[in-house]
């Protein structure tokens, strides 16, 4: 299957999308350009590739294939068959052949953008983001792998109780730029509230206390459009850390294209919209609920007591987006957790392990301490 | 110089004897007058009881009195010159010396019952550990049950239930708190506001809680544990979006929005005046002119 790579014009090697430039740039000579250009080069460069002897075979009618992993031993040739045989397997890996040096590439079948396991060259299926797979938007990378990997180590740096293994450099070479498809949710929200609010005055006169309660019947209705609301379509990013990454900034949201993906990993939706959308509802309800509500407390009344609350939405627009993060994995205490950054804002979301020796540790020491401090204080100042 | 020492040592010692010898009669005499059998325990100036009656009254208190070891005393008046009845029975105790111990102390314990005929005021005024063991409430007790005999001028049982009520007072919270204070007592010589500010009320500065160990190692602990929190807490990550980020500003529509007033309800309830210092054991008192602790309280006949 044809693995698509951005080849500079001027010397053959790859161009990557680079993050200070933010546009393509040549890794061997460092030729730019634009992300669209390189997309229109991209069209007459492969067909001169692929007449050149590329080893993939190709098939036109852009189907997807079940792969088949022995039929790479009976030749190059063979690698697909034209019939769908048995059931379609999800979990099935997809074969395709690296442009530049004709290994295997080996992926799930929702891996858009990776590198070559043996040269590292950026290799794009353009065939899982097509089409109908095609995202809408993009926000390019803005945080380079440098920077990032500074973020991860001044992270590591703040906690006392970081176990030490975190701080290799080994650990912080596995960081990875990866652009993780999301829902951009548009919602019309509509909420009417009926309340029963007091307001209550206190004042003395002589020996009593007077309370005056001033009673009110408050009723809202309002209508209030959240637009992009986020949610993560890939299973295996945890949908809580992706969500503690927004904001994202959507005004450096550009349309999509091929390019911006050369150098990091991508991969498709796994679910679509209508499947996210029972999450975002979710979050749609509560910002109506809260928008409504601040109305009320606006006023400043002493008891608000909803007597009725009715909250209705639609669903105007969903549109698909590949939004940008830094990812790290790591074990711990045989547990895999994941350190995340987010490619635009620079967020951190990770949950940092505690080294339950070092914090047990302060414990004891600062009880210690204390505690010899305290006594000596009731010695001498204890009366 | 040797002899100068020899003289100054044997000087010394004459003198010292002397001083012995001097003490122990004097310490004598005192006990002389401690004799309780000499004690009068009825004054009545105003001339309302028979002799047989201040007989009686007289025997109860002394029963009273020394199983209690705070001496009671009955005292009736019909003018108390320029004097309020408070002052009058502080200064007749003060002046006549009343109280159980009779060691040359400041404050000594004894609790009077005083039927001023001249104010028309019944009157209860304690010094010493009487303050102690007779609270506030216990004085309007007390006055209950004398009162019972008041409106029909019957002063001789009124004296009676005195004697029976208080002394039941006093058994009670002398087993209830007062006696852990009696060793202190004893020992004591000073007013009565003295000891309870040095033994009963103890006010401490703050530091001196911390000389218990649990409390300094409880302190420490939590120190610890909400330090070792804060430490460990920078390692969550939070949500930052809010309802905020995704509101489209432009495209508020409020199509109802109404604040309607209905009525107002008013209350009012009376506030209570606080009641004197909470959380201690004995009965208020004041200074009187002779510098001696009386506590007490009184009311109209």
Known sequence: ?383 | MIRLNKFLKTSFMMIGTCLLIFLAVILQKENAFADSSDKTYVYDMAGIYSDDEIEYLSEECQNASERVEIDFVITTTADTGYKGYVEYADDFMDDNGLGYEDDGRCDQSCVMLLLDFDNQQVYIDTTGFAILCIEDDDIEDILDDVFEYIPERDYYNAAFVFINKTYDVIVENKASYADEYLAQWKNFDGTYEEFEDEYVNITHNIFYNLKKPYVSLGISLLTAFVVTLIMGSGSKAKMTADRRTYLNRSNVRMHLMTDQYLRTTTTRHKINTGSSGGGHHGGSHHSSHGGHSHGGGGRHM
């Not at chain 1, 852009?62 to 045989?85: A, C, K, R, W």
């Not at chain 1, 959308?277 to 008891?303: F, S």
């Not at chain 1, 669903?315 to 895999?336: D, E, F, H, K």
Request: charge should be neutral; charged fraction near 25%.
């Open chain 1, 1 to 383: 299957m044809e693995v698509k790579s951005y080849i500079c014009p001027s010397c053959g090697s790859t161009m990557q999308f680079d993050v200070v430039e933010q546009k393509m740039v040549c890794m061997h000579c460092g030729t730019k350009m634009e992300v669209h250009e390189a997309e229109q080069k991209y069209e007459s460069v492969n067909q001169v590739n692929s007449s050149a002897g590329d080893s993939t075979n190709h098939n036109d009618d852009g189907n997807t294939y079940n792969g088949i992993h022995n039929n790479i031993s009976n030749g190059m040739n063979g690698l697909y068959d034209g019939n769908n045989e048995g059931s379609y397997d999800r979990t099935t890996f997809k074969v395709y052949r690296c442009g530049g040096c004709g290994a295997e590439i080996l992926t799930d079948d929702y891996t858009a953008a990776t590198f070559c396991s043996f040269c590292g060259r950026p290799s794009l299926m353009e065939d899982r983001l097509a089409g109908a797979l095609m995202p809408q938007y993009v926000i390019p990378f803005k945080i380079k792998k440098e920077d990032a990997e500074e973020i991860y180590r001044k992270w590591v740096k703040k906690g006392k109780f970081t176990p030490s293994i975190l701080k290799t450099q080994a650990t912080i070479d596995k960081i990875t730029g990866m652009y993780v498809p999301f829902w951009l949710y548009d919602f019309d929200a509509q909420i009417y509230i009926n309340a029963s609010c007091t307001r209550v005055k206190r004042h003395i006169s002589g020996n009593y206390e007077i309370v005056d309660t001033d009673h009110f019947a408050v009723m809202r209705q309002m209508e209030a459009e959240f637009d992009r609301i986020p949610a993560d379509a890939s299973e295996k990013m945890p949908d809580d850390m992706m969500d503690k990454l927004e904001p994202f900034m959507y005004q450096d949201m550009v349309k999509f294209e091929m390019p911006y993906l050369s150098g990091y990993y991508s991969e498709r939706y796994n679910y679509n919209s209508q499947e996210m959308q029972p999450r975002v509802e979710k979050r749609v309800w509560q910002y109506i609920d809260q928008t409504g509500m601040e109305t009320i407390t606006a006023k400043h009344y002493t008891t608000v007591n909803v007597v009725q609350k009715n909250i209705q939405m639609r669903n105007i627009r969903a549109s698909y987006a590949l939004l940008p993060v830094w990812i790290l994995n790591y074990t711990y205490n045989g547990v895999t957790r994941m350190f995340t950054l987010n490619g635009q804002t620079g967020k951190i979301v990770a949950d940092k392990p505690i080294s339950k020796g070092k914090a047990a540790g302060w414990f004891s020491g600062i009880t210690v301490v204390m505690f010899t401090i305290l006594m000596l204080l009731g010695r001498f100042f204890g009366k």
